[in-house]
């Protein structure tokens, strides 16, 4: 009877250990795990908002709707760039000369990804990192903002689609700002605003 008593004694100690550590560990793993994933996660969409910035340059128009012409666009594209000699404000300064030159949109890619701390990979841009190859949702459009025609950019995931097991409502209690079924975005179909809603 004693030698049950102590082994049960044993398995409850074992438990409340196991639950404190437990307890302990959770709440940093999950701050850890969610850093890290926000932190990629931004950086994506910090890639498709450059990438979007450039397939403006080569259209001179609204932004792409999808990220299959995003991708094309860019892959084919040319930039324009004007160069302007002598005083433009000056209509009679007999020296003035414009220049116009091409490049390639790649090209423009190469060099921002050597500066940027977060890389624009087309075959990558369309899809949420740590989401299992889910993609961003992502909308243009045009709109009449203070009586002018704008265009419109909206890229956003849900939060869950890249927290995986920590995808769940009840890590709300590790903090306080947590939602899953909020989004994580860039844009906004109602103003002529990239910001994203992290900065």
Do not use: H
């Amino acid at each position: 009877m004693r030698v049950a008593i102590n082994l049960g004694l044993f398995v409850i100690i074992c438990l409340l250990v196991w639950t404190l550590v437990n307890s302990i560990q959770e709440p940093i793993a999950f701050n850890a795990e969610k850093t890290k994933r926000e932190t990629a996660v931004i950086n994506r969409l910090k890639s498709i908002r450059s990438a979007q910035d450039i397939f403006r340059q080569i259209s001179g128009e609204g932004y792409s709707p999808n990220f299959d012409s995003l991708k094309t666009t860019l892959q084919n594209g040319k930039i324009m760039t004007i160069s302007v000699q002598g005083n433009p404000d000056d209509p009679s300064d007999p020296t003035i000369t414009y220049d116009t030159t091409y490049s390639s949109a790649m090209e423009k890619i190469a060099e921002l990804n050597e500066v940027s701390d977060f890389k624009i990979i087309l075959d990558s841009l369309p899809f949420v990192p740590f989401s299992g190859g889910k993609q961003f949702e992502i909308a243009a459009d045009t709109i009449t903002y203070q009586q002018t025609l704008v265009n419109v950019l909206e890229v956003k995931t849900k939060k869950a689609n890249y927290m995986g097991k920590f995808g769940s409502a009840r890590f709300a209690r590790y903090d306080a700002n947590y939602n899953p079924g909020a989004y994580i975005k860039f844009g906004n179909l109602s103003a002529p605003n990239l910001t994203g809603n992290w900065e």
